[in-house]
T-cell receptor, first 110, second 113 residues
Framework: DAKTTQPTSMDCAEGRAANLPCNHS???????VYWYRQIHSQGPQYIIH???NNETNEMASLIITEDRKSSTLILPHATLRDTAVYYC???????????FGQGTELSVKP | GAVVSQHPSRVICKSGTSVKIECRSL??????MFWYRQFPKKSLMLMAT?????????EQGVEKDKFLINHASLTLSTLTVTSAHPEDSSFYIC?????????FGPGTRLTVL
């Protein structure tokens, strides 16, 4: 599975959009980009995933560049409850293992 | 999304005893479940893949005789930490596979005294 690179930490003002970048330059054609988040002392929560098209659900939007070497997770109106560690993971959709990197620690501030 | 539960949420035990942690998929069946552990301020580390009806597959460096995994049904996988020692104290998290993603349990905090 391809490796990902994320900033260690980011701050965001409450009510503003949080844009979390992820680099995955070695992604292969059948690998998806997954995003999870982990709030302190809880299990990870699934957010969204995509292959090459942009995706949106009730939690977030996922923007994948045309060459698929990077992506951005967008939380459109961040709240204090969005403070968490966000993990970008690349893996094949069917089967495969989720291997967690260090993620981005997002702090949403009032 | 799919719901995964773990029991217990917290457990404290004495050194040398064994502890069993249950992972259940509540509203779906999962032929594959995964077990992770997480130390404070660290990321999740995959321990093993649990396959219903067959032996678990352990990641490199994980002792299979110490961390016993049983996946007896399509909704239940168990992790038994045998002869637990203080260094086994950690946050243990399971996940269950659905066709295109994985859903995680809330985790079990194990403290070995």
């Amino acid at each position: 599975d391809a490796k990902t690179t994320q900033p260690t930490s980011m701050d965001c003002a409450e009510g503003r959009a949080a844009n979390l970048p992820c680099n995955h330059s070695t992604i292969s054609g059948n690998e998806y980009v997954y995003w999870y988040r982990q709030i302190h002392s809880q299990g990870p929560q699934y957010i969204i995933h995509g292959l090459k098209n942009n995706e949106t659900n009730e939690m977030a939007s996922l923007i994948i560049t045309e060459d698929r070497k990077s992506s951005t997770l967008i939380l459109p109106h961040a709240t204090l409850r969005d403070t968490a560690v966000y993990y970008c993971i690349v893996k094949k959709s069917e089967g495969g293992k989720l291997i967690f990197g260090q993620g981005t620690e997002l702090s949403v501030k009032p | 999304g799919a719901v995964v539960s773990q029991h217990p949420s917290r457990v404290i035990c004495k050194s040398g005893t064994s502890v069993k942690i249950e992972c259940r998929s509540l509203d779906f069946q999962a032929t594959t479940m995964f077990w992770y552990r997480q130390f404070p301020k660290k990321s999740l580390m995959l321990m093993a893949t649990s396959n219903e009806g067959s032996k678990a597959t352990y990641e490199q460096g994980v002792e299979k005789d110490k961390f016993l995994i049983n996946h007896a049904s399509l909704t239940l996988s168990t992790l038994t930490v045998t002869s637990a020692h203080p260094e086994d104290s950690s946050f243990y998290i399971c996940s269950a596979n659905v066709p295109d993603t994985q859903y995680f349990g809330p985790g079990t905090r194990l403290t070995v005294l």
